[in-house]
């Protein structure tokens, strides 16, 4: 039945929920249930055989069945586990100090290897978790040794490894392109330069950042520097291989070779054969990458059961329908519509996670962007983009709990916001800058697959 007061109340439950720290994936799921199943109501309740008699577990069944069989997101739990047989092969480790002995002469020299370091292995990763952690434990300590300011140095970790969600393969991506009905392939393409570019922008900052205020990152002192040659060795054997690795995963997807879940296999031997090169492939390890990679799939899967759930409900209840004729009789303008949309996703950030964001509320978006004449792969970058911010913004901001809870005592919290204030504000300005200039987004689509046609 249509009630959009009670799709309303809904959402509104839902969200003092979340903040009074239920669960996401299980809070979404109850909520659809039960308002699903006044939604789904069939009749007076006569005998036990009644109380089930709801179309709401039948909506259930189908949800998970069909998360089980979208051959999109076959590509996760292949993704996950390339990630962390890379993690576990010590790569990261390696690529961390060469990065650093390369940019020793540069401000702020620390900071920028591991910015560079979040970058690329949350590019073979796409956990934004993984990477803050890993990155926690190694270069938060070094670091916090050579006398970097701790909110300065927190704010790098936490801005660096949620670019996972954003450069490819990107989970994020994939799951959009199953929301939206749009190519993974395009979408891959669409977000190379908006990836590189942000974190081109964070490096920047922070680079200029410690040249006004050398006190933020000094400079460490060295007692033993290994010849150059010794270091670009290194640099050589760390980088390349896992940049070899990911460049051959995304060039099969984009050059048309592979599907995102061919891709992610030929990813996840990747890693095995690299993990293998580096004597570091176990028996342990291997179990380890599989029992997480489950945990992780698993954790992921229920968010997406729970959030098309909630969402069908929602929608059925007249919730979608609601807030589309809202924005539709405001008579917008196709700027201010972008405008209200973004604004709408930055807030819903602050209390939520990416993927019910995804799932619950950027399909409302979809419908409306063929009314104001929207690229659909346009709008989708500035919702990655503008998904950054999900995990930078208090009060949820997930990435700073991930890594006050390795830090634990080391740091305060109110220290790592402050430090990851900064990079909401490069996000911001990196969105801007891509409306102004479209083309950042939409040029190797473009010239990969020619251009978009509706």
Sequence with gaps: MTNPEVALVMLGLFIVLVLLGFPIAFTLLAMGVAFGYYAYHQGPIESLSDVFNNNIFYLLNQNTYSVMENPTLVAIPLFLFMGYVVERANIVDKLFYSLFMAARNLPGSLAIAALVTCAVFSTASGIVGAVVTLMGLLAFPAMANANYNKSFASGVICAGGTLGILIPPSIMLIVYAAIGDLSP??????????????????????????????????????????????????????????????????????????????????????????????????????????????????????????????????????????????????????????????????????????????????????????????????????????????????????????????????????????????????????????????????????????????
């Excluded at 060039?251 to 890693?271: H, Q, V, Y």
């Excluded at 004597?279 to 954790?299: N, Y």
């Excluded at 929602?314 to 979608?320: I, M, N, R, V």
């Excluded at 916001?417 to 409306?435: D, E, N, Q, S």
Aim: net charge neutral; glycine share 6%.
């Design 185 to 454: 392939l395009r979408l891959y393409a669409a977000a190379v330069f908006p990836g590189l570019l942000l974190a081109g922008f964070y490096i920047v900052y922070v680079i200029v950042r410690v040249w006004i205020n050398p006190a933020l990152a000094p400079k460490p002192n060295f007692k033993d520097v290994p010849p150059k040659r010794e270091i670009y060795l290194n640099l050589l054997t760390s980088f390349v291989p896992l940049t070899v690795l990911i460049a051959l995963v995304l060039g099969s997807i984009l050059g048309g070779l592979a599907t995102p879940a061919e891709a992610a296999a030929m990813g996840a031997t990747g890693g095995i054969v690299l993990a293998a090169i580096y004597r570091s492939l176990t028996w342990t390890k291997i179990k380890e990458s599989v029992f997480l990679t489950a945990k992780s799939t698993a954790m992921v899967c229920w968010l997406f059961v729970g959030s098309w759930t909630f969402a069908s409900v929602f929608s059925y209840l007249g919730g979608h329908d609601l807030i589309a004729d809202w924005v539709t009789h405001l008579d917008l303008e196709p700027w201010q519509f972008l405008v209200l949309a973004q604004l709408i996703i930055f807030l819903l950030g602050w209390p939520l996670e990416w993927s019910e964001i995804l799932i619950i509320f950027v399909p409302i978006f979809l419908p409306m962007l063929e009314v104001f004449g929207v690229n659909p792969y346009f709008f989708a970058m500035l919702v990655a983009l503008n998904l950054q911010t999900s995990f930078l913004t208090p009060p949820m901001a997930m990435s700073a709990y991930y890594l006050k809870g390795v830090l634990k005592k080391q740091i305060e919290l109110m220290d790592i916001f402050r430090g990851i204030m900064p990079y909401l504000a490069i996000v911001i300005f990196t969105m801007v800058l891509m409306y102004q200039f479209p083309g950042i987004a939409l040029w190797l689509p473009d010239y990969f697959f020619g251009p978009y046609i509706p």
